[in-house]
């Protein structure tokens, strides 16, 4: 079975602050994929990025970046610079499950509520 | 592209009622799901569909019913529903094929409420 852990329930931060959200996963399949969506208060789910077991590099995306090490089954999320718009609940998810679609495991989500 | 679309946004239901859920997709995915998000448990997967007249239970499938006649539909059906069904139910969609998963296109949710 597969599990995701995002042990911070809720963060909150001053604007310009750096943050940092966890996660957690668990899986016994070599071959899988990690996932971050947002969900801002308005409550759709946005896609952040994927990546896959295979590919450990980390990424940056502008003030966004994730560090993803299978040593310790983590794939953190950092928001450099933060602003009042990134306040939103992040999803951190993983796949597996090939042959019959992507089946997502989700975490339970942290809130991050960015202060001006 | 209206991308994924759900229909309606909001609904009340008495206990034993039944009503249906539908999602739409105009991005020819061929990969769709179901899942209900419910406070602090993150979301969690009821049915999904990896084509056409395919459906597959999820991790919560108990008390909900599913059809994809239609490739760009999917629909949920809730045959007698139950307070604990109270939920935000999201439709996604992918281009998923086997063994190359992609990140799943989310529709706007809809607020189902059983009293």
């Known amino acids: 079975a597969q599990k995701v852990t995002q042990a911070q329930t809720e963060i909150s931060v001053v604007e310009k602050e750096d943050v940092t959200l966890d996660c957690v996963y668990e899986?016994?399949?070599?071959?899988?994929?990690l996932f971050w969506y947002k969900q801002p208060p308005s409550g759709e789910l946005v896609f952040l990025i994927r990546r896959n077991s295979f590919d450990e590099q980390n990424e940056i995306s502008g003030r966004y970046s994730w560090n993803f090490q299978k040593s310790t089954s983590s794939f953190n999320f950092t928001i450099t610079a933060s602003q009042v718009v990134d306040s939103a609940v992040y999803f951190c998810?993983?796949?597996?499950?090939?042959?019959?679609?992507?089946?997502?495991?989700f975490g339970e989500g942290t809130q991050l509520t960015v202060n001006p | 592209n209206a991308g994924v679309t759900q229909t309606p946004k909001f609904r009340v239901l008495k206990t034993g009622q039944s009503m249906t859920l539908l999602c739409a997709q105009d991005m020819n995915h061929e990969y769709m799901y179901w899942y209900r998000q419910d406070p602090g448990m993150g979301l969690r997967l009821i049915h999904y569909?990896?084509?056409?007249?395919?459906?597959a239970k999820g991790e919560v499938p108990d008390g909900y019913n599913v059809s994809r006649l239609k490739k760009q539909n999917f629909l949920l059906g809730l045959e007698s529903a139950a307070p604990s069904q109270t939920s935000v139910y999201f439709c996604?969609?992918?281009?998923?094929?086997?063994?190359?998963?992609?990140?799943?296109?989310f529709g706007p949710g809809t607020r189902l409420t059983v009293t």
């Open positions: 996604a969609s992918s281009k998923d094929r086997v063994r190359f998963l992609y990140e799943q296109y």
């Open positions: 899986t016994r399949d070599t071959t899988y994929y």
């Open positions: 998810a993983l796949s597996v499950g090939f042959a019959s679609g992507s089946r997502l495991t």
């Open positions: 569909s990896v084509g056409e007249g395919t459906t």
